[in-house]
């Protein structure tokens, strides 16, 4: 039985009986088949699984990227219930940030470049409602995808830093059958953007398949990233990286695990991917 908790109250209640482990995977809503997976996870590996659904203010630099942000309570319980998580939590704004709250949670350099350099705020917004969760919840373990892979690294130093007893655990992108990685934002691009939207995993692919075949210089799996993007007119690109996959400072040479990641706006949506390379291979 999967059961509605609206208030703070109501959350710590259910919580205080549950049988532990507890598994958290926070959400923004409109969930598909990416969150599903991270449900299972969480369902798999402990006795009590929480979801949390929550378009957080905080996180979004655009207020139009918030408003237009896809909502739709009912399918996600639905959701929720098919993967029979026992405790969804859907708070009003409010109850997460209830009057007078005023605490910035704020990380530093890992946070900077990328999506912190193109979206002011937004990982501070992420790291304060990321620390609040994990402060209501208390899970043992919490699930987030590797699709925003800067912000499991933020949330990974967040936790370590801040001693939070969470252990962070990232969990594999989830994609279309054409490449495209699941997002609530898909649901934006129009007919012809989608036909086009696979065009950031394919340059992802292609500098993954260079590097295999021995290319290391950050600048060549950059260029040819964009070479890729540029064939689609419609897609603009705001950055195609190459980075150390501990840091995220851009790479000249590749001597170790690095972070291929691109943000492509298309239309009126902006899409975001990522591929770790030089793990084992
Ligand atoms: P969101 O609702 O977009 O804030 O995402 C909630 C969680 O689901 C985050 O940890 C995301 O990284 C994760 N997520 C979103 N899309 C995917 C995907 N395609 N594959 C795996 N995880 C995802």
């Not at 598994?23 to 809503?29: C, D, E, F, H, W």
Request: with cysteine; net charge negative.
């Amino acid at each position: 039985m999967t059961r509605i908790l609206r208030t703070r109250a109501e959350l710590r209640a259910a919580l205080a009986d549950a049988p532990r482990p507890v598994g958290l995977v926070p959400t923004m809503g409109w969930l598909h088949d990416g969150h599903r997976a991270l449900m299972r996870r969480a369902r798999v590996e402990n006795a009590t699984a929480v979801v949390t659904i929550f378009v957080n203010p905080r996180q979004f630099d655009d207020a139009s990227d918030y408003t237009r942000y896809p909502r739709d309570t009912a399918a996600d319980i639905a959701i929720c219930e098919a993967e029979a998580v026992d405790l969804v939590w859907l708070p009003e704004v409010d109850e997460v940030y209830p009057p007078g709250f005023d605490t910035t949670v704020s990380v530093g350099a890992v946070a900077e470049p990328l999506e912190g350099a193109a979206r002011p705020g937004h990982f501070d917004g992420v790291a304060t409602v990321v620390a609040t969760l994990f402060a209501l919840v208390g899970a043992e373990h919490a699930y987030f995808g590797q699709k925003d892979a800067q912000q499991v690294m933020v949330i990974s130093r967040m936790a370590a830093d801040l001693a939070l007893p969470t252990q962070v655990i990232p969990c594999p992108t989830v994609r279309e059958p054409d490449g495209l990685a699941l997002s609530s934002r898909n649901v934006h691009l129009t007919p012809q953007e989608r036909e086009v939207a696979p065009v950031l995993h394919r340059a992802l692919l292609a500098a993954r398949e260079a590097y295999r075949e021995g290319e290391r210089e950050g600048e060549v799996l950059r260029a040819l990233m964009l070479e890729i993007l540029a064939d689609e007119p419609l897609a603009q690109v705001e950055y195609a990286s190459c980075a150390d996959a501990l840091t995220l400072r851009e790479l000249q040479r590749i001597e170790g695990p690095a972070l291929l990641s691109l943000a492509v706006v298309l239309g009126t949506t902006r899409l975001i991917d990522n591929e770790l390379i030089g793990l084992e291979e």
